[in-house]
């Protein structure tokens, strides 16, 4: 017999906290990693997986590949204006970019 085991969930950040980190966050792509993490509750390794197939803006909804599983995020307005605001920007410096990472256009150098 074995016995499983329920791995607790991330907790999101309260909101009081939250307004003085995205005030902090100098670019669209901070504040929406900012938001993925502390108030959708996705883990870093969750954030660098994302891609673009994974996010739809119409309906508000995100796919995160979770521990072999898929996990679907429902997005708040807030979330969905920092997505447009990194999409326009990712768009600006990044225009013939291939790479299917949703935060992460380019390769570091």
């Given at each position: 017999m074995s016995i499983v085991r329920a791995q607790p969930l991330p907790r999101p950040l309260p909101s009081d906290r939250l307004v003085g980190l995205l005030d902090k966050a100098p670019t669209a792509l901070a504040k929406l990693a900012v938001i993925l993490v502390a108030v959708h509750a996705l883990g870093c390794a969750e954030v660098r997986g994302l891609?673009?197939?994974?996010?739809?803006?119409?309906?508000?909804?995100?796919?995160?590949?979770?521990?072999?599983?898929?996990?679907?995020?429902?997005?708040?307005?807030?979330?969905?204006?920092?997505?447009?605001?990194?999409?326009?920007?990712?768009?600006?410096?990044?225009?013939?970019?291939?790479?299917?990472?949703?935060?992460?256009?380019?390769?570091?150098?």
């Open positions: 891609h673009l197939d994974d996010l739809d803006r119409s309906t508000g909804r995100l796919v995160v590949h979770r521990a072999g599983s898929d996990h679907v995020v429902v997005l708040d307005e807030d979330t969905l204006t920092l997505i447009a605001a990194w999409s326009r920007e990712r768009t600006c410096r990044y225009p013939r970019c291939a790479n299917p990472h949703c935060l992460y256009p380019s390769t570091p150098r």
